[in-house]
C-alpha cells in the first residue's frame, strides 16, 4: 500500500466576502504563498503554504493540493487539506477530464499511470467534527511542468450551491504558481545535492584537481592536490595560477594557460611543487575550457596526475644502469690493475729474497716489506672490487662471518679514513658457519658499514662491529655507530624502496631495501634501532650451520 504525506489545514475564520474575494485579495493571498515558499522548502511545504492561501480567501470551500507519486518517492503521495480525505482517496490521486482541460491540455489527453482519469469529480474530503455532512461538488485543475503532470488542486462545495466567484481563476491561478513553486524547489534541492556531491568528489578523489578563473586566480582546489602538496587549500583560492610555479616555469605554464583559454590544444605539462613531507612533487596536468551558460570559456579546469614517484623510478633505473655499466667498468679497470700488480706482487717477493741473502740494509728490507704489504692491499682491494660489482652467480656455501666482515671492512676502509670514525671489534670465536652466498653477504655489511660511517659525527665517530651467538641455532651481527639517530617517522620506512635518510644525491634509497631482500633469502632478519641524537643500531641475525 502506498504512503501518504498527509497535512490537515487548521480551518480558519469564518468570516466571508459577499460573492467572494476581490481580485486583489486572490492576488495578495497567493502571493504572500508564493513568498513562503521562495527560497530552500519541500513540497511538503509548498502544497500547504496554496492549500492555507485558498482556505483564506474561500472559508466555506474545501481544499485539497496533491502530489502525484513517484515524483520524489514512488510510494509517497504528498498531500495537503483542509478536512480529512476519505479513506478510499487516500491511496491514490484521481483528476477529471475538465481538470486536465483547465490546465490546457487536450480533451484526449491522459494523465500520469499513477493517477486516476475521471469524467466527473468525486468528492474526497469528510466534513470535520460538527460540520453537517452534504452532497458536494467540486473542480479540479492540474499541476503541471512542462506538459507534464506533477499533481491535482481541487476544490469542493455544498452541492447546488452558487460556486464562488473566481474560484476557479483562483484555482487555476494557486496551481499554476504551487507548480512553479515545485519545480523551483527540486531543482534548488538537486542544485545543492549536485553541490554537494562535488565537493564531496573533490575531497576524496584521488587525483589533483584545479579550476582557474580566466584572471589566472584559482577557484577550487581539489583534496588530493592539498595532500600531495602539504599546501593550504583555503591560502590557495584567490592566488594567481603562476605563483605555484617556479620563475623558469611560468611563461610555459602561461602559454598552456592562454591556449586552454582559445580552446586550442594543450599537450599535458609537469609542475614542479613542494611535497607534503620534503622534496618536490611531480604533478602532470591537462587543462580545458570550462564554458557558461551563454557558451562563453569562464575559466579552465586542470586535472592533474602524480607522477612523483615515476618520475623517481626512472631517475633510480637509469641511476642502476649507471651502477651496472661501472660494474663493467669496475671488471675491466680490475683486469688492468691486477696484470702489472702481480708483476709488482712476484717481483717484489723476488727482490725481498734476494735482498734477505745479501745481507742488505734493514731500512730497505722494511721499504720492501712496506711495497709487499701495499700490493697485498691492492690486491684485496681488487678483490672484493669484483665481488662487489659483478652480479653473484655463486651457489650458498659454508661461509665464516667473521671473515665475511673483516673483508667488507677492508673494501670500506677508504670510507672509514674519510669518515675520520674509529672502527671497534667485538667478534666473538669459535663461531659456527652460516650458508650463504658469499658476495651477497659481502655486499651487506659493506652497505651496513658505509652507513654507520656516513652517520658518524665529524669527530669522535665510533662504528662498533660485533659477532655472537644467538640462541642455540643462530648468529646475530652488530653495526652500531654513534651518529645523529634515525627519527621514528623515517625508521619506519627505511626499508622502502627509494627512500633514503641522506641528502639528495647522496643516496640512492636502494642500499637498506636490498639488503633487507638479501637477508630474507638467507632465511634471516633484519632489525634497526636508534635513538635520535645518540646512535643507530643495526642487528642481523642469520641460521647458523652446527658443526
Given at each position: 500500500?502506498?504512503?501518504?504525506?498527509?497535512?490537515?489545514?487548521?480551518?480558519?475564520?469564518?468570516?466571508?466576502?459577499?460573492?467572494?474575494?476581490?481580485?486583489?485579495?486572490?492576488?495578495?493571498?497567493?502571493?504572500?504563498?508564493?513568498?513562503?515558499?521562495?527560497?530552500?522548502?519541500t513540497?511538503?511545504?509548498?502544497?500547504?503554504?496554496?492549500?492555507?492561501?485558498?482556505?483564506?480567501?474561500?472559508?466555506?470551500?474545501?481544499?485539497?493540493?496533491?502530489?502525484?507519486?513517484?515524483?520524489?518517492?514512488?510510494?509517497?503521495?504528498?498531500?495537503?487539506?483542509?478536512?480529512?480525505?476519505?479513506h478510499?482517496?487516500?491511496?491514490?490521486?484521481?483528476?477529471?477530464?475538465?481538470?486536465?482541460?483547465?490546465?490546457?491540455?487536450?480533451?484526449?489527453?491522459?494523465?500520469?499511470?499513477?493517477?486516476?482519469l475521471?469524467?466527473?469529480?468525486?468528492?474526497?474530503?469528510?466534513?470535520?467534527?460538527?460540520?453537517?455532512?452534504?452532497?458536494?461538488?467540486?473542480?479540479?485543475?492540474?499541476?503541471?511542468?512542462?506538459?507534464?503532470?506533477?499533481?491535482?488542486?481541487?476544490?469542493?462545495?455544498?452541492?447546488?450551491?452558487?460556486?464562488?466567484?473566481?474560484?476557479?481563476?483562483?484555482?487555476?491561478?494557486?496551481?499554476?504558481?504551487?507548480?512553479?513553486?515545485?519545480?523551483?524547489g527540486?531543482?534548488?534541492?538537486?542544485?545543492?545535492?549536485?553541490?554537494?556531491?562535488?565537493?564531496?568528489?573533490?575531497?576524496?578523489?584521488?587525483?589533483?584537481?584545479?579550476?582557474?578563473?580566466?584572471?589566472?586566480?584559482?577557484?577550487?582546489?581539489?583534496?588530493?592536490?592539498?595532500?600531495?602538496?602539504?599546501?593550504?587549500?583555503?591560502?590557495?583560492?584567490?592566488?594567481?595560477?603562476?605563483?605555484?610555479?617556479?620563475?623558469?616555469?611560468?611563461?610555459?605554464?602561461?602559454?598552456?594557460?592562454?591556449?586552454?583559454?582559445?580552446?586550442?590544444?594543450?599537450?599535458?605539462?609537469?609542475?614542479?611543487?613542494?611535497?607534503?613531507?620534503?622534496?618536490?612533487?611531480?604533478?602532470?596536468?591537462?587543462?580545458?575550457?570550462?564554458?557558461?551558460?551563454?557558451?562563453?570559456?569562464?575559466?579552465?579546469?586542470?586535472?592533474?596526475?602524480?607522477?612523483?614517484?615515476?618520475?623517481?623510478?626512472?631517475?633510480?633505473?637509469?641511476?642502476?644502469?649507471?651502477?651496472?655499466?661501472l660494474?663493467?667498468?669496475?671488471?675491466?679497470?680490475?683486469?688492468?690493475?691486477?696484470?702489472?700488480?702481480?708483476?709488482?706482487?712476484?717481483?717484489?717477493?723476488?727482490?725481498?729474497?734476494?735482498?734477505?741473502?745479501?745481507?742488505?740494509?734493514?731500512?730497505?728490507l722494511?721499504?720492501?716489506?712496506?711495497?709487499?704489504?701495499?700490493?697485498?692491499?691492492?690486491?684485496?682491494?681488487?678483490?672484493?672490487?669484483l665481488?662487489y660489482?659483478?652480479?653473484?652467480?655463486?651457489?650458498?656455501?659454508?661461509?665464516?662471518?667473521?671473515?665475511?666482515?673483516?673483508?667488507?671492512?677492508v673494501?670500506?676502509?677508504?670510507?672509514?679514513?674519510?669518515a675520520?670514525?674509529?672502527?671497534?671489534?667485538?667478534?666473538?670465536?669459535?663461531?659456527?658457519?652460516?650458508?650463504?652466498?658469499?658476495?651477497?653477504?659481502?655486499?651487506?655489511?659493506?652497505?651496513?658499514?658505509?652507513?654507520?660511517?656516513?652517520?658518524?659525527?665529524a669527530?669522535?665517530?665510533?662504528?662498533?662491529?660485533?659477532?655472537?651467538?644467538?640462541?642455540?641455532?643462530?648468529?646475530?651481527?652488530?653495526?652500531?655507530?654513534?651518529?645523529?639517530?634515525?627519527?621514528?617517522?623515517?625508521?619506519?620506512?627505511?626499508?622502502?624502496?627509494?627512500?633514503?635518510?641522506r641528502?639528495?644525491?647522496?643516496?640512492?634509497?636502494?642500499?637498506?631495501?636490498?639488503?633487507?631482500?638479501?637477508?630474507?633469502?638467507?632465511?634471516?632478519s633484519?632489525?634497526?634501532?636508534?635513538?635520535?641524537?645518540?646512535?643507530?643500531?643495526?642487528?642481523?641475525?642469520?641460521?647458523?650451520?652446527?658443526?
Amino acid at each position: 500500500m502506498s504512503g501518504v504525506k498527509s497535512i490537515i489545514s487548521p480551518r480558519q475564520g469564518r468570516s466571508r466576502h459577499a460573492g467572494g474575494p476581490t481580485l486583489p485579495n486572490v492576488l495578495a493571498s497567493l502571493t504572500q504563498a508564493q513568498r513562503e515558499t521562495d527560497g530552500p522548502t519541500t513540497d511538503e511545504n509548498i502544497v500547504r503554504a496554496y492549500v492555507h492561501a485558498l482556505e483564506r480567501l474561500y472559508p466555506t470551500v474545501r481544499f485539497a493540493m496533491r502530489l502525484s507519486h513517484g515524483l520524489v518517492d514512488p510510494n509517497v503521495i504528498v498531500q495537503a487539506a483542509t478536512h480529512h480525505i476519505h479513506h478510499d482517496a487516500l491511496h491514490e490521486v484521481s483528476i477529471t477530464e475538465a481538470g486536465l482541460v483547465r490546465a490546457g491540455f487536450s480533451e484526449t489527453a491522459e494523465p500520469p499511470p499513477a493517477m486516476v482519469l475521471r469524467r466527473t469529480y468525486e468528492p474526497i474530503l469528510v466534513p470535520g467534527p460538527g460540520e453537517e455532512l452534504v452532497p458536494a461538488d467540486g473542480l479540479d485543475v492540474a499541476l503541471t511542468r512542462a506538459g507534464e503532470v506533477l499533481g491535482v488542486l481541487a476544490a469542493e462545495f455544498e452541492r447546488g450551491a452558487e460556486v464562488p466567484s473566481r474560484l476557479e481563476d483562483a484555482l487555476l491561478l494557486a496551481a499554476t504558481q504551487a507548480s512553479a513553486a515545485i519545480e523551483s524547489g527540486r531543482l534548488r534541492r538537486e542544485s545543492l545535492h549536485l553541490r554537494d556531491y562535488l565537493e564531496k568528489l573533490l575531497e576524496h578523489a584521488n587525483i589533483p584537481v584545479l579550476v582557474i578563473g580566466r584572471d589566472r586566480n584559482i577557484r577550487v582546489v581539489s583534496g588530493a592536490f592539498g595532500r600531495i602538496t602539504g599546501l593550504d587549500r583555503a591560502e590557495l583560492i584567490s592566488k594567481d595560477l603562476l605563483q605555484l610555479a617556479a620563475q623558469n616555469e611560468r611563461v610555459r605554464i602561461l602559454s598552456a594557460f592562454v591556449n586552454a583559454l582559445r580552446g586550442g590544444d594543450v599537450p599535458p605539462f609537469e609542475l614542479r611543487l613542494p611535497k607534503a613531507g620534503g622534496g618536490n612533487a611531480r604533478l602532470q596536468f591537462t587543462l580545458a575550457p570550462i564554458l557558461d551558460s551563454e557558451g562563453t570559456v569562464a575559466g579552465v579546469i586542470a586535472i592533474g596526475q602524480d607522477r612523483t614517484e615515476v618520475r623517481e623510478l626512472e631517475g633510480q633505473v637509469i641511476h642502476a644502469e649507471k651502477l651496472a655499466t661501472l660494474g663493467q667498468l669496475a671488471a675491466g679497470i680490475v683486469h688492468e690493475i691486477n696484470n702489472p700488480l702481480t708483476s709488482i706482487s712476484v717481483y717484489g717477493e723476488y727482490l725481498m729474497s734476494k735482498l734477505s741473502r745479501s745481507g742488505a740494509e734493514q731500512s730497505d728490507l722494511k721499504r720492501m716489506e712496506r711495497i709487499l704489504r701495499s700490493s697485498d692491499r691492492i690486491m684485496s682491494f681488487t678483490r672484493n672490487l669484483l665481488t662487489y660489482a659483478r652480479p653473484s652467480k655463486e651457489e650458498a656455501q659454508p661461509i665464516s662471518v667473521n671473515a665475511v666482515i673483516a673483508e667488507a671492512e677492508v673494501f670500506c676502509d677508504h670510507s672509514i679514513r674519510e669518515a675520520n670514525v674509529t672502527v671497534v671489534r667485538n667478534y666473538a670465536e669459535n663461531l659456527p658457519n652460516v650458508k650463504a652466498v658469499h658476495g651477497q653477504l659481502h655486499q651487506v655489511f659493506v652497505n651496513l658499514i658505509t652507513n654507520a660511517c656516513n652517520a658518524a659525527p665529524a669527530e669522535g665517530g665510533r662504528v662498533q662491529l660485533s659477532t655472537r651467538l644467538y640462541g642455540n641455532d643462530q648468529i646475530q651481527i652488530e653495526v652500531q655507530d654513534n651518529g645523529v639517530g634515525i627519527g621514528p617517522a623515517e625508521l619506519s620506512r627505511v626499508f622502502e624502496p627509494f627512500f633514503s635518510t641522506r641528502r639528495k644525491g647522496k643516496g640512492t634509497g636502494l642500499g637498506l631495501s636490498i639488503v633487507k631482500n638479501i637477508i630474507e633469502e638467507h632465511r634471516g632478519s633484519i632489525e634497526i634501532e636508534s635513538e635520535v641524537g645518540q646512535h643507530t643500531r643495526v642487528l642481523v641475525t642469520l641460521p647458523s650451520l652446527r658443526p
